[in-house]
């Protein structure tokens, strides 16, 4: 989408520019998606793997059981796939056993989002529940709050933008879309750049995204 999350997305790219700026990495990105444009700041050989056939996947299969040897990567990266696994928890073990020592695993994770791709969309964690599921194999170097109170209206508008075409017949869904860009589109543009604001939200009640960096242990 045009425009999508522009200020948010910087931020996040900035937290994954500083984690992987080593050219020398093995990276498996898991849920990579057939379009990760966040790779284009990412130094190192990276594998993409996912649960769908893309051209960019090179593997695909479940996260669950991911077909790696024990410490093959030096760094592992999840970009908004983590809830839609069917057991996260499984997959953070695993990913501990592929990870070699002080290997890094980062992690972006939508939080104030509304449901989506139904049934697909199962979890949201909060930053308690992000710690919980690390801590076992995991230190948490940072945990970010992205996005806050004054993103929330953008966050609404990005929703509708996306979502109104799939309550349409599939005969107007290309109508649905236009309508929602014309009538939506500009607001959407500036409820982002309200969202400046949100340092001035100290609350870390309204997170969009977390962005955890975590060294195994």
């Known amino acids: 989408m045009i425009g999508e999350f522009f200020i948010l997305r910087r931020q996040i790219e900035k937290e994954i520019a500083s984690a992987f700026s080593n050219e020398n990495g093995r990276i498996l990105d898991i849920g990579s998606g057939s379009n990760p444009n966040y790779q284009e700041i990412m130094k190192g050989t990276i594998i993409n793997f996912d649960i769908k056939k893309t051209g960019k996947s090179h593997l695909v299969g479940d996260a669950g059981f991911l077909p790696f040897k024990k410490n093959s990567f030096d760094k592992i990266i999840i970009v908004n796939s983590l809830y839609y696994f069917k057991n996260p928890f499984k997959v953070i073990e695993r990913i501990g056993i592929l990870l070699k020592k002080n290997g890094k695993l980062v992690i972006v994770n939508p939080f104030f989002y509304p449901i989506h ?93 977390y962005v955890v960096v975590a060294k195994k242990i």
């Open 117 to 209: 791709d139904i049934p697909d969309d199962k979890y949201r964690f909060t930053e308690y529940g992000l710690k919980t599921i690390l801590q076992d194999y995991f230190k948490i170097e940072k945990i970010r709050e992205i996005g806050g109170f004054f993103n929330i209206p953008a966050v609404m508008l990005h929703s509708l933008i996306k979502g109104l075409p799939l309550l349409a017949p599939k005969s107007v869904k290309w109508l649905i879309q236009l309508m929602a860009y014309i009538v939506f589109y500009i607001p959407y543009i500036l409820a982002q750049l309200i969202s400046v604001l949100d340092v001035f939200d100290r609350t870390k009640r309204w997170p969009t995204y």
